[in-house]
């Protein structure tokens, strides 16, 4: 099967996707101010917030698809700790819900090159939840749920050019950026799964949902989900 899900990276826009492409990774490290000039009413930062972090939590995820999964409820918690500043704004938590989809969790867990690539491998049978094939990509699961993926359908994983069976760890280029892992998941390398724990929380000083945007970015596009009147009921 390729070991790629390619899609057309809009560099004009400066959307940053989910992604190891090293175009993505050129757009990420040369992305301009959050802001331009043109851009000066609190609805207009608020429109270019929710364009760029739903460009991120995107995965071919309609308009329409995210504001039956939109929430408008969020944490509470926002509180000091041994001095520390308090929890960043819990607006970044605004597409935790995504955290849970099988597709995400494939992605998050570095075993997929891309969200499109996470999408490819589930569809065609190449991972499993709790240990029965599962070929669903936008399933949300439970804490506790196990997805286990094969080992030749991992993205890092190749055969070596000597000809032995034993797949071998071979990164992408460029991939170092992206390798770390949030504290909601707990991988395995060795067997190729991965457990999802819980939600992302927020602690002092960080949020553990993983983004290219800063909390109070996050915090414009739930603002403008709230303004424009467009929240779940």
């Known amino acids: 099967m ?4 390619a899609r057309p990276l809009k560099l004009s826009r400066q959307l940053i996707s989910l992604s190891w492409n090293p175009r993505n990774l050129y757009q990420l490290a ?13 609805f207009q930062h608020m429109w270019k917030a929710k ?13 329409r698809q995210w504001l039956r999964m939109f929430d408008d409820q969020l944490p509470t918690l926002n509180m000091k700790f041994n001095n520390r500043p308090g929890h960043p704004n819990t607006a970044s938590l605004m597409y935790a819900c995504m955290e849970r989809r099988v597709d995400f969790i494939v992605f998050r867990s570095h075993f997929a090159s891309s969200i499109w690539m996470a999408r490819h491998i589930i569809a065609h049978g190449k991972v499993r939840l709790n240990g029965k094939r599962f070929r669903y990509p936008s399933h949300q699961v439970k804490d506790g749920d ?8 991992v993205a890092t994983l190749k055969k070596p050019a000597n ?10 280029p460029y991939q170092q950026p ?16 991965t457990v999802f724990l819980r939600d992302p929380i927020t602690k002092p000083n960080i949020t553990e949902l993983p983004s290219p945007y800063p909390p109070n970015f996050h915090a414009l596009a739930y603002k403008y989900y ?8």
């Open 146 to 153: 196990v997805i286990s993926v094969e080992p030749d359908a």
């Open 178 to 193: 992206w390798m770390f892992l949030p504290e909601y998941l707990e991988v395995n390398y060795n067997t190729c799964s």
């Open 2 to 5: 390729p070991r790629k899900a």
């Open 51 to 63: 364009r760029d972090t739903r460009g991120y939590h995107n995965a071919e995820i309609t308009e």
């Open 30 to 42: 040369t992305k301009k101010a959050l802001f331009n000039e043109k851009q000066k009413t609190l």
């Open 226 to 233: 709230i303004r424009r009147g467009r929240t779940r009921k």
């Open 163 to 172: 000809g032995s069976s034993t797949l071998e760890f071979a990164p992408f």
